[in-house]
């Protein structure tokens, strides 16, 4: 068997023709695995760039290509480092996930005294479990993957007296939605802390449909009390039927308690029924009851698993003086 280097490069940039490499590898994983193993925000990162540069880990094969790679996320001043990584379905086996993962290990013990990192494995495979375990993670945060069949019977959606439902408004709705946004996930930064240029790249993607981005809207005032963001997924280059997705549905906490979050989530599954479609799915975070019970109460039934390791962190000792 013909041996790997364990990490060829370790770069802040990649070329273009390293990016399209990187998906191209993420997709023969997906393909395989039936789960695609880097995130929106990683591939967003990929294809667009970001604010600030990430390390990217490649490990190619003596011929030069590509066999596995790691995307790691130094932003995160109060959750720590963030990695991602995907090893060619032909190439495992041989010790190359591993690899990736030490290397991302000491990326973080280079810039963080603590040695914070978090593995995201999508799918929850075993044996990325078993890997993650098996160097000092703990398992730490999941992220369920719901799916509905559009089939089923949808009622008719009951918007609280005096609340409108409109599309939004490329340029005009934008600064007023990233501020409600801002609202309605105050205890999700993760959410909650997008910028108008985290929504720009995202409406400059190719999916992005103003019709189907859903604007809850006060009669009285034009203000706006929540949203439902409606996706269809897979629609163009996957091997797999289009989808609807319940990309992101956000409520102003003034608004919470009046019915507007299971209205809008009916209104934008008739819009993506509407479109042809025969499935939907959403994410939401396992520890989120009030969301998962809305969504199961809507139909919905758990279908995949997304799992965060945490690295069992450093502790840090201060020299006595």
Known sequence: MTSLQPVA???????????????????????????????????????????????????????????????????????????????????????????????????TDEIDPRGRLRLWAHGDHPSAGALALGLGFVRARVLLQMRRSLFAPLHEPRLPEGVTVRPFRPGADDEAWVALNARAFADHPDQGRWTLHDLRVRMAEPWFDPEGFLLAVDEADGRLLGFHWTKVHGARGHQHEPIGEVYVLGVDPAAHGTGLGSALTVVGLRHLRGRGLDQAMLYVDESNARAVALYSRLGFARWSTDVSYRRIVHSVTTAST
């Open 9 to 107: 490069a370790r770069t802040d940039q990649l070329t273009v023709d390293e990016v399209r490499e990187v998906l191209a590898l993420a997709q023969a994983a997906g393909d395989t695995d039936g789960a695609y193993p880097l995130s929106e925000h990683v591939v967003l990162h990929l294809r667009h760039g970001g604010d600030a540069p990430a390390v990217h880990l490649l490990a190619r094969d003596p011929d030069g290509a590509l066999a596995g790679y790691a995307h790691l996320d130094t932003t995160d001043q109060v959750e720590g480092a963030a990695a991602e990584l995907v090893v060619h379905p032909l190439r495992r086996r041989r010790g190359l996930g591993r690899a990736l993962v030490r290397a991302a290990m000491d990326v």
